[in-house]
């Protein structure tokens, strides 16, 4: 039941979205997605990456079979294009559509040749990997939103109150830029391909679906999705369009000044200032800087190569996040405190909703709603007192993680003594 409730939401809020971004004359997330059955998809990798994640509930020889029918479907693709002269437009991929075909076939196949356990256990491996491509689609049709209803951003206030943080932005910018290119293209990999990263680590914690026939109460794409629901509402009460366009040479004639990342903006009175209505308004938290820390967190109970890995992966998403003018300071401040509070969500929903649980919560919440409030309207006395306010910020950061990492530790279960009776299963996270 709590399956086919989320289904009926998913399915409205798409259908919403995709209302809504037709009226501004583009095609919505469920028109895109329709058009990758046939047309080159502008998601390739994730596409693939998609069909992985589905195939945790087949069996090896299901998943050889279904990796070489996607492969197989490809090429005849790539064939087709090619003898009737089809150019893969920019930006898109010649791959990717026999992996949404193989998705959709499990789906046919889950409600015609299975029963019982086994049909509910493929729709919900379907419901994943359509779930995460759907995410995608949503997130863009969000942004377009997000440029045509909030014509003024808040950058100036942002940029004033990071003043208490040094505004690190600059600096990570200029650093970035005396790297060269081979660092600048390695963070823009990591930045672009931070989804594909999170299928590997969801994949390593799913590894035993197919044998246990049945998935953990908690895992990281339920992070992801609960980070991509909420984080754009909250850019449509907090729109900003990030220092490379405010004040770098993206925002063009929209831009404040062509300052960033040489010269840091002057302490003035912040204003309201108007954009164009292309830009997203998607810095206000850096959504970005969540979804690396979510892959932190639940890289933390693998093996040393995917704790690494997940290290590497947070830290090149911050350098990517600030270094290309993506977000201020403030913003992967916000996005750490926003994605800690959710996880905690999730897993005091998994572990049964308790005073500990409850607690963290509200704390979380409380403490971004604070920092959202303090941007918004202390910003110039945030960048007047650097020395109490920039601690002050770290610290409610920093007090957060502590509150929930005392919290997980609280509902790890205990060692069994010899002769007791052995404990539930350890919740993946």
């Known amino acids: ?186 963070l823009d990999y990591v930045y672009v391909q931070l989804a594909v990263f999170a299928v590997i680590i969801s994949l390593y914690q799913l590894r035993g679906v197919a044998t246990e026939r049945r998935f953990p109460s908690h895992h990281l794409v339920r992070t ?63 959504l970005h800087t969540a979804w690396a820390t979510a892959i932190f967190i639940h890289s933390r109970k693998g093996p040393r190569i995917v704790r690494f890995a997940g290290t590497f992966w947070l830290i090149a998403t911050l350098g990517a996040t600030l270094g290309f003018g993506y977000h201020y300071g403030v913003d992967i401040v916000a996005g750490v405190v926003f994605v800690v509070t959710i996880e905690s969500a999730l897993r005091t929903q998994a572990y049964g909703w308790d005073r500990t649980g409850i607690r963290l919560v509200a704390y979380g919440a409380t403490i971004f709603t604070a920092m959202l409030l303090s941007v918004r309207f202390l910003p110039v006395e945030m960048a007047k007192y650097p020395w109490v306010s920039g601690p002050l910020l770290i610290l409610a950061m920093v007090s957060v993680i502590v509150a929930y990492l005392r919290a997980t530790k609280q509902w790890e279960p205990k060692p069994a003594s010899v002769g007791a009776q052995q404990p539930q299963p350890e919740l993946v996270v």
Request: glycine fraction near 10%; include cysteine.
């Open 224 to 286: 992801f999705l609960m980070i991509g629901l909420l984080g754009p509402g909250i850019y449509m009460i907090f729109p900003v369009v990030g220092p490379i366009f405010a004040y770098g040479y993206d925002g063009a004639q929209w831009a404040t000044a062509d300052i960033w990342p040489e010269t840091a903006p002057q302490l003035l009175t912040p204003q309201h200032m108007p954009f164009d209505e292309q830009t997203p308004r998607n810095c206000m938290p850096s």
């Open 1 to 186: 039941m709590l399956w086919a409730a989320a289904a009926v939401v998913a399915l409205g809020f798409l259908i919403a979205l995709e209302i809504t971004t037709r009226r501004y004359g583009l095609p919505g997330p469920i028109t895109n997605q329709v058009r990758e059955v046939i047309f080159p998809p502008k998601s390739g990798f994730l596409l693939y990456a998609s069909m992985a994640l589905m195939m945790v509930v087949l069996t090896w020889r299901q998943r050889a079979i279904a990796a070489a029918t996607a492969i197989g479907i490809d090429v005849v693709f790539l064939v087709l294009r090619w003898v009737l002269d089809i150019n893969v437009p920019e930006h898109h991929h010649p791959f990717g559509n026999g992996a949404l075909w193989v998705v959709l076939g499990c789906a046919v196949i889950a409600v015609t040749r299975r029963t019982g356990s086994e049909r509910l256990l493929l729709l919900k491996g379907v419901g994943l990997a359509l779930l995460l491509v759907a995410g995608r689609k949503t997130g863009d049709a969000w942004l377009l939103i997000t440029a045509k209803t909030r014509p003024m951003v808040l950058d100036q206030y942002v940029a004033t109150a990071d003043h208490a943080l040094g505004n690190p932005s600059w600096l990570v910018g200029r650093l970035v830029r005396a790297g060269g290119p081979v660092g600048a293209h390695i």
